[in-house]
């Protein structure tokens, strides 16, 4: 849910949504997927949410309390792509999003998110190219940095324009 709040937007106005958001549960760490789903929406929309992300995280709360996310526990058993392939099928959820939480949530060491522009610009900065490589040839090019691709794109994010 967290890269839900972030889609799109600046990583400080994403923190000021999702600060806003777990304000309402100021005694938990980040609330159930019942409580979430118990709590009015326009309380929710107030934090800051566009109507659709808000949809969108309604959506994967009722998800997991009807068994089609699995909890955090299963997920670890899972490999990216069955993730991938499952949470996408959730309405809002692309793979950019599903990418976000399997490096941020899952802390997984092996996800390239070549839809991200950040990881091709960088790419493109790294070896000097003309144009920024397509997500479908970042996919191809960033091979070579398996079984670290997590590593590469850190660090493709953090490549300076010149």
Known sequence: MRAIA?????????????????????????????????????????????????????????????????SR???LLLPDNALIDRLTTLKGVGRWTVEMFLIYTMERVDVLPADDFGVREGYRRLKNLEKTPTAREMRALGEVFSPWRTVAAWYLWRLPAR
């Open 6 to 70: 972030y889609q799109q937007l600046h990583a400080k106005a994403g923190d000021a949504i999702l600060g806003r958001l777990l304000a309402l549960y100021p005694d938990v760490a980040f609330p159930s997927p019942e409580r979430l789903l118990g709590t009015d929406p326009a309380l929710q929309r107030a934090c800051g949410f566009s109507a659709s992300k808000l949809e969108t995280i309604r959506g994967i709360a009722q998800a997991m309390v009807d068994g089609l996310v699995p």
């Open 73 to 75: 526990e299963s997920a």
